[in-house]
């Protein structure tokens, strides 16, 4: 049920374009939280992060400035599992190529470094990814080609990360939404970073039943009707580009709401073989927007129902 969802997310770290191979200065890292640690909301890893980042709660990211800046992000998914789609072949098999690919421990978990341009000219994607059998997590930073001590700066943030295993986090302290439970027909099962996994049954469902219907609610930043649009056009690009899926059929519809009217995306798609159905569409709130996504590979019409009541069950946070 999630693989679109864990594949488009993980790709989003590696947009690269090619260059030459490079080398990096450490093998390893280790440290232990300290009182100079802050814990990243949403998750339960630590970072010293200097004064002059500024936390843009919106974008989910750290920032000194518009093109100086990082974001940690975790997903409950065994490393081991997701490192198909972190290794070099696989990140080249999407055509591109990383400067610098090193594995490492990350203090005591497997990881790798990764260095390499963004999609973005003049830009340079660096980080970390590493885990165990229970979850995954990165640091992701952005920094200008041109900016030395800039990146020098965030390669000592990425020395500083620690992963608490044992905190207690509340998964929901990201979320900008709520739900009407009376007339939402589904369950929190996980959550991916900032992307809120509901099935029918929620924790008690496995998310490798394929043949479970699933929604994924994800905070965005707020974006006019207009730029709905264009998210929605720019998610099937990638669908189509990084994920290798094929559209066999999609369709645009309006759903009116008590305060808005949404644009409705509803296709069917083929990928690795298997077809799937996706009903996506972004809501706008006053300050914020939300991507919402269902999927299922059978019983489309009962679950497009279900899929259009969640639509009208959910509600921006005041």
């Known amino acids: 049920m999630n693989n679109l969802f864990l594949t488009l997310f993980l790709s989003l770290a590696f947009l690269y374009s090619c260059t030459e191979e490079e080398s990096v ?3 390893a890292i280790n440290t232990t939280k300290t009182n100079k640690h802050t814990r990243i909301d949403g998750t339960k890893t630590f970072a010293v992060i200097p004064e002059s980042y500024e936390h843009i709660k919106s974008l989910a990211r750290y920032q000194k400035k518009e093109r100086l800046y990082f974001q940690i992000m975790e997903m409950p998914v065994s490393y081991e599992d997701a490192k198909v789609n972190l290794s070099k072949k696989a990140i080249e098999a999407k055509g591109a190529q990383v400067d610098v690919y090193k594995e490492m421990k990350i203090n005591s978990y497997d990881g790798i470094y990764f260095e390499g341009p963004s999609k973005y000219p003049g830009e340079t994607k660096l980080g970390v990814w590493f885990g165990d059998e229970t979850f995954v997590a990165s640091i992701v ?7 030395v001590e800039g990146k020098k700066e965030l390669i000592e943030i990425i020395k500083t990360v620690v992963y608490d295993k044992d905190f207690d986090l509340d998964p929901f302290e990201l979320a900008n939404f709520t739900v009407d439970k009376d007339s939402f027909d589904f369950k929190f099962n996980t959550k991916f970073n900032t992307m809120f996994v509901f099935t029918p049954n929620g924790v008690a469902d496995s998310t490798e039943n394929l043949e479970l219907p699933g929604v994924t609610i994800a905070p965005l930043p707020f974006m006019s009707k207009k730029g709905t649009e264009n998210y929605t056009n720019e ?4 669908y189509e580009t990084q994920q290798r899926a094929t559209f066999i059929s999609e ?5 009116e709401l008590v305060d808005q009217s949404v644009s409705i995306f509803e296709a069917e798609i083929e990928m690795k073989g298997k077809i ?6 972004v809501l706008i709130g006053k300050e914020s927007s939300l991507l919402f996504m269902g999927t299922c590979t059978k019983d489309k019409e009962q679950n497009t129902k279900m ?3 969640a639509v009208q069950a959910i509600r921006f946070k005041e």
């Open 251 to 255: 369709k645009m519809t309006e759903l």
């Open 276 to 281: 799937s159905y996706l009903y996506q569409t």
């Open 141 to 147: 930073a952005v920094c200008q080609n041109s900016d």
């Open 235 to 238: 998610l099937i690009q990638r």
């Open 307 to 309: 899929f259009e009541r």
């Open 25 to 27: 200065d450490f093998s």
